[in-house]
Nanobody
Framework: VQLQASGGGLVQAGDSLTLSCAAS????????MAWFRQAPGKEREFVAA????????YYADSVKGRFTCSRDNAKNTVYLRMNSLKPEDTAVYYC????????????????WGQGTLVTVSS
């Protein structure tokens, strides 16, 4: 499984941005796709995830109501729509995949994309 994340950039506080993660696997029906982020000097943290089959999203409290995780079956792509961005959202964002049930623990994800940098200026 190969994951290719894209869509990062420099935005201002309050702006929106959508990240994409394209996957090489033929079918993700039994996978959970997740987004994690790592800010400078901080540990990697869970942001959001989606159960591919059911389309159910899971979110960290810090992004709930602002971020939305979705997927496009035809394109084998998962998206992270980020609204009302804050300077504290600045981080490298990684997409990840695991076969099975949802978790928010990074170590349980088997496949990782290369990361895309999101910088939110105040």
């Amino acid at each position: 499984v190969q994951l290719q994340a894209s869509g990062g950039g420099l935005v201002q506080a309050g702006d929106s941005l959508t990240l994409s993660c394209a996957a090489s696997v033929h079918t993700f029906s039994n996978y959970v796709m997740a987004w994690f982020r790592q800010a400078p000097g901080k540990e990697r943290e869970f942001v959001a995830a989606i159960n591919w089959r059911a389309g159910i999203g899971y979110y960290a409290d810090s992004v709930k109501g602002r971020f939305t995780c979705s997927r496009d079956n035809a394109k084998n792509t998962v998206y992270l729509r980020m609204n009302s961005l804050k300077p504290e959202d600045t981080a490298v964002y990684y997409c990840a995949a695991r076969y099975g049930l949802y978790t928010k623990v990074a170590e349980t994800y088997d496949y990782w994309g290369q990361g895309t940098l999101v910088t939110v200026s105040s």
